[in-house]
């Protein structure tokens, strides 16, 4: 007779998932549409076209993203395993890391009116994707800021000739 595996297997990207189908989401859709309707822009703006080149370079390039209040930095963590490298809430970017600035800026009223919009609603009790694939909240337990990420934000440390 075979034994039953009792082994619990748990979910790591569970609370992501239920955060993308939550009706307190403000998805990445809506928050841009929102940004741009609020700044007086279209998808056709320069300012929107400028923030999509650079988004899609710091994301490939897993540059770290500055925001008014908060930087998304990549680290470890052994939860993921030891070669993955995963998106993560920073107070301030490294010098050693490229970091693309989504700061509010004076001469881009996209940026300025992206961050006022996400940092009114990390205010409130709603959660919102602030990048595609990356949520913010503030969690009730805690009292701070928490970040979950869909799996395409993780990225693997490649070893060359067994060393890192």
Do not use: H
């Not at 741009?36 to 770290?64: I, P, T």
Request: proline letters at 1%; a negative charge.
């Amino acid at each position: 007779m075979k034994k039953k595996d009792n082994v619990q297997y748990f979910d790591l990207f569970k609370q992501y998932d239920e955060l993308k189908t939550s009706d307190k989401l403000i998805d990445n859709n809506k928050l841009i549409s929102t940004t741009l309707l609020n700044a007086n822009l279209g998808y056709q703006s320069e300012q929107y076209k400028e923030f999509l080149a650079n988004f899609e370079l710091a994301r490939n390039n897993r540059w770290y993203i500055k925001f008014d209040k908060f930087v998304i930095g990549f680290a470890q963590n052994l939860r993921f395993g030891s070669l993955a490298l995963l998106p993560v809430l920073i107070d301030q970017d490294d010098s050693s890391v490229e970091t693309l600035n989504l700061c509010s800026n004076l001469n881009n009223q996209f940026l300025t009116t992206f961050n006022e919009i996400i940092n009114q609603l990390l205010e409130t009790d709603v959660a919102v994707e602030v990048v595609e694939g990356i949520i913010l909240f503030n969690s009730e337990v805690s009292n701070e800021i928490k970040l979950f990420f869909s799996k395409e934000w993780i990225s693997y440390l490649r070893i060359e000739n067994g060393t890192r």
